[in-house]
């Protein structure tokens, strides 16, 4: 009898221990001025130049003929992305854009965990940027199923999440009315990576049966 007490009295302790972690993570975002992010952002993106972000330099010293120290969606989107302390899972359908794929490196570079997960049909076309994050040695996967992979959205340390309309491609950025949505609500963070862990998993190479 005192081994089962012992049993349940530790399994309440972990239910209570879980409860608790929750209930921090909600108030830390409650805590935050403000409160959690939340920001919509539209395109196409105004052209301007972005090397500030990527580098040190002020955004004056650049002699590209784009427009300097402006703001944009697109400038707003890779802050976003290059917020990632931890870990990057990217889940979308073409990746195309070369300031994206910038962004990806450069947390790989930093010892940032990015996973990317495309859809095969759209790997080698023109311009891809699959094979560049592979050769940099990022771990990519490729939806395996009969219809199309066609999410846009990551997920940012797992806490906040980008997702909309918006292909990573450069026309969809320059050319196309297109929408992202960026978040730090916990109740819609959470589906999201849920969902990238069950298809990251169901196309994980290893559990896939072998062709015929």
Known sequence: ????????????????LSLSVELLSRLLHRLRPGGPLNEALFFPSELACVEHIFTSLSPRSCLCPLPHGVETSFSRLLRRILSATSSLDLCVFAFSNMGLSRAVLALHSRGV???????KDYTAIPGSQIGVLRKAGICVRCDASPVHMHHKFAVVDGRLLITGSLNWTL???QSNMENVLVTEEPD?????????????????????PPHE
């Not at 081994?3 to 399994?11: A, E, I, S, Y």
């Not at 965990?113 to 859809?119: A, E, G, P, Q, Y």
């Not at 990238?196 to 190479?205: A, M, Q, S, V």
């Open 1 to 16: 009898m005192s081994l089962m007490w012992t049993v349940k009295v530790l399994g309440l302790g972990v239910v209570a």
């Open 113 to 119: 965990t990015v996973r990317v997960l495309t859809d």
């Open 171 to 173: 026309a969809a950025v």
């Open 188 to 208: 819609l963070v959470r589906p999201y990576v849920k969902e990238f862990l069950r298809l990251w998993e169901r196309n994980d190479p290893g559990q896939m």
